[in-house]
C-alpha cells in the first residue's frame, strides 16, 4: 500500500470481516432466513414467490432454491461485496440488504457457499469457501467463477447451497418454525414456501381480542402516523410468536419486541405488529438496528427509543386488563371447586417432580404460582413459610387490602418516562366467609411474602378449536381447555362433583404433564435422540397414572 507520510486510511481486511459478520449467524435456522427472506423480496413483477429448502443430513448440505429475479454478473459482484447496500434499497426500494452482510450468512455453520443464479437467460455460478478465505491477503478474496454468462432456456430464479455444514446435526424444526414465524411480513405477497416435504404456513395464534393504538401528536412528530395493533391470543404464546413485530416497509423485519412483559402473568399471550417506515428514513448517524440480525432495537437511536416508549405501556396496559379479567372469572364459586381440583392434581404432579428434580437441574422455577417447589431445583418449603398469611387470589373468600395495589402516582407523572410497571406482586388479604374478594394462603406475611412455585394445573377457555389441553412452559402451567367438545362434554350439567369430569381432567393432566417432562429435558439437552424423549414421556406417564390410583376411586370429591 502506498501512502505519504502526511496521509492515512482507514482499510479493512475482507476475510476477517467476511468471518466476523458470520459469526452473526449462529444456527441454521437464522442462516437459511437470510437466503430465504432475499428470495421472497426479490422477485421479478407479478410473480409469486416459490422457495424450496432441502436440508440433506447425509450430505450436510442445505440448498435453497427459488423462482426470484436472479442475479447477473454485475449482481453477482455486487453481492458479493462486504457491506454493500443492494441496488433495490439504492432505488429507494424498502427492504433487507441495508449492511450487505447476507453473502457471510453460510459461514456461520458451514465451510462452502455455491451460487448458481439465471437472469435474462444467463446462467452464472459462483463458488466460495474457507480455504479460499484463509488464502486471502486481507485485501480482497478470489473467488472461483464456474461458468459466466452461459446462454441458457431457463426461467430466473437463484439456488444457494450451504455446503459442508459443521453443526454436529442439522434440526430442520427449528428452520420450520423461523420460516413459519416470519411468513407473516409477506403474506400479501401469497409465498409458497416449503423444507424438505413440508410446506410452511403462518398460523396466526387464535385472537380473543385485538387492540389498536395511535401515537399522540407529539410521538407523531418522530414516529410518523402509525397504527400498532396489538392482539391478545387465547391460549400462551411459544416464544416465537409473542412479541410486536416492527417493520420499516413491507417485508423489512428490523425488530421483535417484547418490552419486558413476556415473563409476567398473561404477558406471553401478546403479540402484534407495527410499521415504521421513519426507521429507515432517519438522518441520525446511530443505526435503529444492528446487522446481527438479532433483532432489537437499538435504543441509543432516537425513533427506537421513542418507539419503545409507545409501545411498552401498551403492552403492559393490555396485560394487566387480561389479569383482571382472569381473576374476575376465577371468583366464582365453580371457579373455587375448579381450583381445588386443579391444586389437587397439581401436588401430585409436584410431588413426582420433586422425586426427580435432580434429574432436571436447568428447569425453570415460576415462583409466584401455587405449590410446594420453591427453589430453582424444586425445593420443599423452607423455614419461615408457613401459610399464616393471604394474598389476593382464588382459593376461599375473603377481604383483600386495596392499599398495596395503588398505582405509583409520582412515576406516572414524570415527562417523557418508560412506563415501569411495579412488580406484580398479590394484594395482602384475609380469610372471611363474608369477604366480597378471594384470597389464597400466601405462605408468610408480610411485604416479602415466600416464594411458592412448580408445576400447576389451571382451567380456561381456549376455545372449542384449541387443544384440550396447553403447557405453557415460562409459568410451568398446564392448562386445560374448558371449551374443548370433550371436557365440555364431560363437566356436563353434574359439576366438578362428575367423576367422569374428574377422571377426564387427570388423564389430560397427566399426559400434559409427561409430555412438558419430556419437553424440559430435550429443552436442557437440544441433542437428546427423540428416542430418549419418548422414553422419558412414557415412563413418567406411567410413574404419575401409578402414584394417582387413589384419585380414581368414587370417595375422591372435591370439597
Known amino acids: 500500500m502506498n501512502t505519504s507520510p502526511d496521509t492515512m486510511k482507514m482499510v479493512s481486511h475482507v476475510a476477517r470481516d467476511l468471518l466476523q459478520s458470520a459469526s452473526h449467524f449462529r444456527s441454521e435456522a437464522a442462516a437459511v432466513w437470510e437466503y430465504v427472506i432475499n428470495s421472497l423480496q426479490y422477485v421479478d413483477e407479478g410473480v409469486t414467490p416459490k422457495v424450496q429448502v432441502l436440508v440433506n443430513q447425509k450430505l450436510k448440505e442445505i440448498r435453497i432454491a427459488d423462482n426470484g429475479a436472479g442475479m447477473s454478473s454485475e449482481d453477482l459482484r455486487r453481492f458479493f461485496t462486504m457491506h454493500g447496500e443492494n441496488l433495490a434499497r439504492r432505488k429507494g426500494r424498502p427492504g433487507r440488504g441495508k449492511f450487505g452482510t447476507g453473502k457471510s450468512a453460510a459461514f456461520g455453520i458451514a465451510s462452502s457457499l455455491h451460487v448458481e443464479t439465471v437472469r435474462n437467460h444467463k446462467r452464472n455460478i459462483v463458488e466460495l469457501d474457507r480455504v479460499l478465505v484463509s488464502k486471502s491477503d486481507g485485501s480482497s478474496i478470489e473467488l472461483r467463477w464456474l461458468v459466466k454468462d452461459e446462454a441458457v432456456g431457463e426461467p430466473n430464479g437463484t439456488t444457494v447451497v450451504i455446503g459442508d455444514i459443521l453443526l454436529p446435526r442439522i434440526k430442520t424444526q427449528p428452520i420450520i418454525e423461523y420460516i413459519e414465524r416470519n411468513l407473516q411480513i409477506f403474506r400479501a405477497r401469497l409465498p409458497e414456501v416449503a423444507v424438505n416435504e413440508h410446506v410452511c404456513v403462518y398460523r396466526e395464534p387464535a385472537v380473543a381480542e385485538t387492540i389498536d393504538f395511535h401515537p399522540t401528536a407529539e410521538q407523531q412528530k418522530v414516529l410518523g402516523d402509525i397504527t400498532l395493533t396489538i392482539k391478545v391470543s387465547a391460549s400462551p404464546l411459544p416464544e416465537q410468536d409473542q412479541g410486536v413485530s416492527i417493520t420499516a416497509g413491507l417485508g423489512n423485519l428490523v425488530a421483535i419486541e417484547t418490552c419486558g412483559i413476556e415473563k409476567k402473568e398473561m404477558g406471553n399471550y401478546l403479540f402484534g405488529d407495527v410499521d415504521v417506515p421513519a426507521l429507515e ?169 415466600n416464594p411458592r412455585g412448580g408445576f400447576s394445573v389451571d382451567y380456561r377457555n381456549l376455545g372449542a378449536e384449541a387443544d384440550r389441553s396447553k403447557y405453557d412452559p415460562v409459568s410451568l402451567s398446564i392448562l386445560i381447555n374448558l371449551d374443548h367438545p370433550v371436557v365440555s362434554a364431560a363437566l356436563g350439567s353434574a359439576g366438578v362433583e362428575d367423576p367422569a369430569f374428574r377422571r377426564l381432567s387427570y388423564e389430560i393432566a397427566f399426559s400434559e404433564y409427561s409430555i412438558a417432562f419430556g419437553y424440559e429435558k430435550a429443552r436442557v439437552d437440544p441433542d437428546m435422540p427423540p428416542e430418549d424423549v419418548l422414553f422419558e414421556v412414557r415412563s413418567t406417564l406411567n410413574r404419575i397414572s401409578t402414584k394417582a390410583a387413589l384419585f380414581y376411586r368414587d370417595s375422591a370429591t372435591v370439597r
Open 281 to 449: 428514513a432517519s438522518d441520525s448517524p446511530i443505526e435503529p438496528y444492528d446487522p446481527s440480525r438479532s433483532l432489537s432495537l437499538n435504543l441509543n437511536h432516537p425513533i427506537s427509543m421513542a418507539l419503545i416508549q409507545f409501545i411498552a405501556p401498551k403492552l403492559d396496559e393490555i396485560r394487566r386488563t387480561q389479569v383482571r379479567k382472569l381473576r374476575e372469572v376465577k371468583k366464582t364459586e365453580d371457579a373455587r371447586r375448579l381450583s381445588k381440583l386443579a391444586e389437587q392434581i397439581a401436588q401430585l404432579l409436584n410431588d413426582d417432580f420433586l422425586h426427580v428434580a435432580s434429574r432436571l437441574r436447568d428447569i425453570r422455577s415460576a415462583s409466584s404460582r401455587v405449590g410446594p417447589i420453591g427453589s430453582r431445583f424444586g425445593g420443599t418449603r423452607g423455614t419461615g413459610q408457613e401459610e399464616d398469611g393471604f394474598v389476593q387470589g382464588v382459593d376461599q373468600p375473603g377481604d383483600v387490602d386495596e392499599s398495596e395495589s395503588k398505582p405509583n402516582r409520582e412515576h406516572d407523572q414524570k415527562p417523557n418516562a418508560i412506563s415501569r410497571p411495579p412488580p406484580d406482586v398479590p394484594a395482602a388479604g384475609a380469610s372471611s366467609q363474608s369477604g366480597d374478594a378471594s384470597v389464597d394462603p400466601s405462605g408468610g406475611k408480610g411485604k416479602k411474602r
